[in-house]
């Protein structure tokens, strides 16, 4: 039983809430692209499917970006510096 250890809960292994709330919002923003996209689908008229195709691919440009800053805000996947 020593081999066991207490999960530390300390504030170095806790996930920062602005990780968090950053992953829930690209959630959010991926979700809302699927539903604008499945909406797409179900229009007849061409304006309005060119309307929802274009909300939904600014919901995906916008999950992408938010995405890409928490990389690099991590330091995830960045290039070694020369």
Request: aromatic share 10%.
């Amino acid at each position: 039983m020593s081999d066991i250890q207490p999960i530390d809960l300390g504030r170095d292994n806790a996930v920062r809430q602005g990780e968090f709330l950053a992953g829930s919002a690209i959630a959010l923003f991926y979700t809302f692209a699927t539903r604008c996209l499945n909406w797409a689908a179900t229009t007849r008229s061409l304006w309005e499917r060119a309307h929802y195709m274009q909300m939904g691919l600014q919901w995906l440009v916008a999950g992408a970006r938010l995405q890409t800053f928490v990389q690099v805000a991590k330091g995830d996947d960045c290039p070694p510096s020369a």
